[in-house]
T-cell receptor
Framework: EDQVTQSPEALRLQEGESSSLNCSYTVSGLRGLFWYRQDPGKGPEFLFTLYSAGEEKEKERLKATLTKKESFLHITAPKPEDSATYLCAVQANTGNQFYFGTGTSLTVIP | DAGITQSPRHKVTETGTPVTLRCHQTENHRYMYWYRQDPGHGLRLIHYSYGVKDTDKGEVSDGYSVSRSKTEDFLLTLESATSSQTSVYFC????????????FGPGTRLTVL
């Protein structure tokens, strides 16, 4: 069964304190792994797609990496505006359905 | 902004009443999706569409039906709403044939009393 597990569930950081969020997955064959940001009361906002182990993508203070079993979202020197819930999803190469994790709620304290 | 709107944005209804949620897109993308989001479960796929009149079930389709008579509109219907269908509903589109990133609408918060 295709599954996605995100950890930690919640993370509080001081402004400038770098950290990483984890997304571990089991899927029959990975077509793609997707990271989203979701602010309260809004729809998920697309951040990155990763397709193969070893791939990395960067956007401002965020960097996503992928191995054969997990992905990390590294946040460097976060700011309060980075506070949000970060969602991970995988798509298997047997279909086009996405499987989402339950997210990591990030709070960055000034 | 993928040009996705959802209506209504908020709705309160009573158990047993029918409810229809609308998703509208402005860019004629072929693939459209309906998800529900609940605490502890993340986003779960209800139904999706890969063209006008072409739809298929997702992992939580029981109690829901969909219709797509025009490319731009994808409707989700709860034939007889139950309290377990209280949730936030999101519509999404895929811009690359269903095999790449999805873009989400703003959501509809539905409460069934």
């Amino acid at each position: 069964e295709d599954q996605v597990t995100q950890s930690p569930e919640a993370l509080r950081l001081q402004e400038g304190e770098s950290s990483s969020l984890n997304c571990s997955y089991t899927v029959s064959g990975l077509r793609g792994l997707f990271w989203y940001r979701q602010d309260p009361g809004k729809g998920p906002e697309f951040l990155f797609t990763l397709y193969s182990a070893g791939e990395e993508k960067e956007k401002e203070r965020l960097k996503a990496t992928l191995t054969k079993k997990e992905s990390f979202l590294h946040i460097t020197a976060p700011k309060p505006e980075d506070s949000a819930t970060y969602l991970c999803a995988v798509q298997a190469n047997t279909g086009n359905q996405f499987y989402f994790g339950t997210g990591t709620s990030l709070t960055v304290i000034p | 902004d993928a040009g996705i709107t959802q209506s209504p944005r908020h709705k309160v209804t009573e158990t047993g009443t029918p409810v229809t949620l609308r998703c509208h897109q402005t860019e004629n993308h072929r693939y459209m999706y309906w998800y529900r989001q609940d605490p502890g479960h993340g986003l779960r796929l209800i139904h999706y569409s890969y063209g006008v009149k072409d739809t298929d079930k997702g992992e939580v389709s029981d109690g829901y039906s969909v219709s797509r008579s025009k490319t731009e509109d994808f409707l989700l219907t709860l034939e007889s709403a139950t309290s377990s269908q209280t949730s936030v509903y999101f519509c999404a589109i895929s811009v690359a044939g269903g095999y790449n990133e999805q873009f989400f609408g703003p959501g509809t918060r539905l409460t069934v009393l």
